[in-house]
């Protein structure tokens, strides 16, 4: 008890700001793409894995939802028109989330997670929020280990055909109003492992989705700006 | 990989195991099927043994004419290892095995129309049809005697699962797990995609076990295309390899904490996980180490300044992770949830050819990184530690002792890193050549086998993780023990779903 106890005091604190670390020079994050520089080859089109580029005239789109941050588009580019940049706050809010939703949920939001086809990567990242490091509760967010008990659903993976039912029936089972968020390129994009038998296909195509988190996984900070987007707290938390 | 292949015709496939396993000397490794009847005019059944002794892999295939019934006989009258394997192909191929004594579906759930095999070529999705099924659980009856169904939405944040308990009180009679909800239909994905491509699949079979996964696959590829790969980027694979490892196991050290409610304990685990996580960022961009592998080497060198970062950090690792276990080791409250707990008996864990850590605890002295070296594993000394008890302590001390290895391998490595270019380019290859390539995952060992189809695309591919034959090993360990024992030896074992699902 007495070595629990001169451990945890020699540790002390360690929570930080989710915001508050500085991002890896090597750190993949939103593709950016110079207009001037680039040659329209295409070969970032041809290389992509996962469906994330396309083409709209001369112009070059990157879906982030979809994109799976493996850095191949950049490899191939050889005017080194796109790059990656550092910024890794990519959550998309959808706008039928009203106000007073967002208000109910601000102080206090209570999450179910649905692994609904994932390779676990994001499952890892989302337990990471517990970690002292993250410590989720600080902004008044905690995980509940029933949708009965939850406002808000993460789900994380591609929706298997042998998930479907159980995605279905956890939604259900949430009562409303809840929040459901995308937690992935699979649960945003639906197109990580291409078409499969055994596949349904993105979140919402089962379900409707609020908010959708890019990343291949997104990282906890990541997953962190999409909750407190999603609750309408940045500007609060940014004066 | 040099391995033996012996070919007959499926009927005599019980007669070759039998000769090949006699006095255990070769163990099944895995086993899978294949469509070959655009090449053959056959379906062939792959069974692939490894000795520990021998140092050696031999296969056999065996051939099933297209007009002849499809079955074969069953091997699991006689190695109960090649049950669920043999429900797999049963399942994707339609192939039958014959005598085989639980034929119940694995991989399709009952939502799966009967009659139709999405891994035979001429499959074709849109024109599906037949009935649905029902799962069946068998029962177990006796007075007092009830079942408690679990899952497969958890309550914590983990992967999904069905479990059935049959209980008498609190002690466990039987557990049935059915697992493969998470079955994405990766390997007939990837099917007439580029080598190149289908890396990027590969990688996301799993998130624990990234490396693994792309490091079988790349080195089954360059084996197909007889590629020698620069010292400094099989250094550097090791490199990732064993940061994999230590980030696995020492968040698995703290999570197992979470089995049995003890706070500290998670939080210490959980931070030193971070810490690692945090490094694989700053190394390659990713937390998971994603985009370092590639096929012919690595994609990204380390610096200097990386060097000098990887052994600070994991200086200050090693101080915490002592000081982790310390807690672990002196508290009697700890101690009596542990020792004891969910025994795997050695016998069981030989009977289903059970691998990595779950082997080693149950006194199976197997590590593929020392009985069949990969990568650069010849140039580094480490001891593989092996314990007897079988129990969750077991599993415990030996990731703590393994992590403690890796570090040793970490240390070396970086003290003697070779020069060298990061990437071989690889000549194409030649379409029907089959290869595969086994790796020691932090789980176990990890096996990729792949056939080429035209134009260097793939023809089949075939994955079988450390969590395939450990999941039924769970199903051995915990019956007698109480239920909210449960979650403490599931979190011993650590499976992958994920790996296991494809």
Same mark, same amino acid.
């Given at each position: 008890m007495l070595n629990l106890l001169r451990k945890m005091i020699k540790t002390g604190c360690v929570t930080e700001a989710y915001d508050g670390g500085s991002v890896p020079p090597r750190f993949r994050g939103e593709l950016a793409w110079q207009e001037t520089t680039c040659q329209h080859c295409r070969q970032c089109?041809?290389?992509?894995?996962? %469906?994330?580029?396309?083409?709209?005239?001369?112009?070059?789109?990157?879906?982030?939802?979809?994109?799976?941050?493996?850095?191949?588009?950049?490899?191939?580019?050889?005017?080194?028109?796109?790059?990656?940049? %550092?910024?890794?706050?990519?959550?998309?809010?959808?706008?039928?989330l009203s106000g007073k939703i967002r208000s109910m949920f601000k102080r206090s939001l209570h999450i179910r997670h649905v692994d609904a086809g994932s390779c676990n990567a994001c499952d890892w990242e989302m337990t990471a929020l517990n970690n002292p490091i993250y410590d989720l509760q600080q902004y008044g967010i905690d995980f509940v280990a029933s949708p009965r008990h939850a406002d808000m659903l993460m789900i994380t993976g591609v929706v298997t055909r042998n998930l479907t039912q159980a995605l279905a029936m956890t939604y259900e089972a949430t009562?409303?109003?809840?929040?459901?968020?995308?937690?992935?390129?699979?649960?945003a994009s639906g197109k990580v492992y291409g078409n499969s038998y055994a596949i349904c296909g993105?979140?919402?195509?089962?379900?409707?989705?609020?908010?959708?988190?890019?990343?291949?996984?997104p990282r906890p900070a990541a997953l962190i700006y999409g909750l407190l987007l999603a609750l309408d707290r940045l500007e609060e938390r940014r004066n | 990989m040099i391995s033996a292949v012996q070919v007959i015709p499926a009927s005599t496939l019980r007669a070759a195991v039998t000769a090949l396993s006699h006095g255990g000397r070769y163990r099944l490794t895995a086993m899978f099927a294949n469509d070959e009847r655009s090449i053959n005019a056959s379906f062939a059944v792959y069974a692939i043994f490894f000795s520990k002794e021998e140092a050696e892999f031999k296969t056999i295939k065996a051939l099933i004419k297209q007009d002849e019934p499809l079955e074969f006989p069953s091997i699991t009258p006689i190695m109960a290892a090649a049950a669920w394997y043999e429900r797999e192909i049963n399942d994707l191929f339609?192939?039958?095995?014959?005598?085989?004594?639980d034929l119940r579906p694995l991989v399709l759930h009952e939502n799966w129309?009967?009659?139709?095999?999405?891994?035979?070529?001429?499959?074709?999705?849109?024109?599906?049809?037949?009935? @649905?099924?029902?799962?069946?659980?068998?029962?177990?009856?006796?007075?007092?005697?009830?079942?408690?169904?679990?899952?497969p939405i958890h309550a914590g944040i983990i992967e999904p699962g069905h479990f059935r308990f049959s209980q008498a009180g609190e002690n466990i009679i039987n557990i049935e797990a059915k697992l493969f909800f998470t079955h994405r239909g990766i390997e007939k994905a990837v099917e007439a995609l580029s080598l190149d491509e289908a890396l990027f699949q590969a990688e996301r079979i799993c998130g624990a076990c990234?490396?693994?996964?792309?490091?079988?696959? $790349?080195?089954?590829?360059? *084996? =197909?295309? &007889?590629?020698?790969?620069?010292?400094?980027?099989?250094?550097?694979?090791?490199? &990732?390899?064993?940061?994999?490892?230590? /980030?696995?196991?020492?968040?698995?050290?703290?999570?197992?904490? &979470?089995?049995?409610?003890? &706070?500290?304990?998670?939080?210490?685990?959980?931070?030193?996980?971070?810490?690692?996580?945090? =490094?694989?960022?700053?190394?390659?961009? *990713? +937390?998971?180490?994603?985009?370092?592998?590639? =096929?012919?080497?690595?994609?990204?060198?380390?610096?200097?300044?990386?060097t000098g970062d990887i052994s600070q950090t994991l200086t200050c690792l090693r101080k915490e992770l002592d000081g982790l276990l310390s807690l672990l080791r002196d508290n009697d409250a700890f101690l009596d949830r542990v020792n004891n707990t969910g025994i795997l008996p050695q016998q069981a864990a030989l009977d289903l050819g059970v691998v990595g850590v779950a082997a080693r605890a149950s006194g199976v002295d197997t590590d593929i990184r020392r009985d069949f070296p990969y990568a650069a594993y010849r140039s580094f000394s480490f001891q593989v530690p092996v314990y007897t008890e079988g129990d969750v302590a077991a599993r415990l001390w030996m990731r703590a002792d393994e992590a403690i290895q890796s570090l040793g391998i970490i240390s070396q490595l970086l003290r003697g890193l070779p020069s060298g270019k990061l990437i071989?380019?690889? +000549?194409? $290859?030649?379409? /029907?050549?089959?290869?595969?390539?086994?790796?020691?995952?932090?789980?176990? @060992?990890?096996?990729?086998?792949?056939?080429?189809?035209?134009?260097?695309?793939?023809?089949?591919?075939?994955?079988?993780?450390?969590?395939?034959?450990?999941?039924?090993?769970?199903?051995?360990a915990v019956p007698g023990n109480i239920i909210p024992d449960f979650p403490l030896i599931n979190k011993s074992f650590e499976l992958c779903y994920a790996c296991l699902d494809r």
């Open positions: 089109l041809a290389a992509c894995p996962a %469906g994330a580029i396309a083409f709209s005239g001369e112009r070059l789109i990157v879906d982030h939802s979809a994109c799976i941050f493996c850095g191949r588009c950049v490899a191939v580019c050889e005017q080194q028109a796109l790059t990656h940049t %550092g910024e890794y706050r990519l959550s998309e809010l959808q706008n039928q009562p409303s109003p809840k929040i459901v968020m995308a937690v992935g390129a699979c649960a993105a979140a919402d195509t089962v379900v409707p989705v609020d908010i959708y988190v890019p990343g291949c996984p | 339609g192939l039958t095995p014959l005598g085989h004594p129309p009967q009659g139709n095999y999405p891994f035979r070529k001429d499959f074709d999705l849109g024109s599906m049809a037949g009935a @649905s099924t029902e799962y069946l659980v068998p029962p177990v009856q006796g007075e007092g005697v009830f079942e408690v169904p679990v899952g990234s490396i693994a996964n792309t490091l079988s696959y $790349v080195q089954a590829v360059e *084996n =197909l295309a &007889a590629a020698e790969i620069s010292p400094r980027a099989k250094y550097l694979r090791v490199l &990732a390899a064993e940061l994999e490892r230590l /980030y696995n196991h020492v968040g698995d050290i703290g999570n197992l904490c &979470a089995g049995l409610g003890f &706070a500290p304990g998670i939080s210490h685990g959980a931070r030193l996980k971070e810490q690692l996580m945090r =490094l694989n960022e700053r190394l390659t961009g *990713n +937390r998971f180490l994603r985009g370092w592998i590639t =096929l012919g080497g690595v994609t990204m060198d380390i610096t200097r300044e990386l071989t380019q690889l +000549r194409p $290859v030649e379409p /029907y050549k089959s290869d595969f390539s086994v790796t020691e995952s932090p789980r176990g @060992s990890n096996l990729h086998w792949i056939m080429t189809g035209e134009n260097n695309t793939i023809y089949r591919y075939f994955v079988r993780s450390a969590s395939y034959p450990n999941w039924p090993a769970l199903t051995v």
